[in-house]
């Protein structure tokens, strides 16, 4: 069994590598979402909101262990789109304003 905070440090590298991003190119629903480079590129010049500090303080907000984490482009707002794992078991999905780590209620299908 592997300990919880491996899952963490794993969840946390794969917000780092962009895993489970697709490439821009790729749209879905009106979205666009990045690949871990474009993400990278996109933090910096855009001057968003630290990754990891997004998806620790929403992880501490819902009491919820991180699972998945990529950059969006809804429209022209840069989104935060993060899968979480309560003590409830049931999967959630968070968003945030990639500007300023607000939360969007409104999810984007």
């Not at 794969?14 to 590129?41: F, H, M, N």
């Not at 001057?47 to 500090?53: A, E, G, M, N």
């Not at 990529?70 to 989104?79: H, S, Y």
């Amino acid at each position: 069994m592997i300990p919880m905070r491996l899952w963490i440090l794993i969840a946390v590298t794969a917000l780092a590598t962009g895993a489970g991003s697709v490439s821009a190119a790729e749209r879905d629903g009106g979205r666009v979402c990045y690949t871990q480079a474009e993400t990278r590129q996109s933090i910096a010049s855009h001057h968003l909101v630290d990754p990891f500090s997004a998806l620790r303080n929403a992880a501490v907000a819902i009491k919820a262990e991180p699972l998945m984490n990529r950059l969006c482009k809804w429209g022209d707002e840069f989104v935060y789109e993060m899968t979480l794992l309560p003590k409830n078991g049931k999967v959630t999905r968070v968003y945030l304003r990639a500007q300023d780590g607000s939360p969007i209620n409104a999810q984007k299908n």
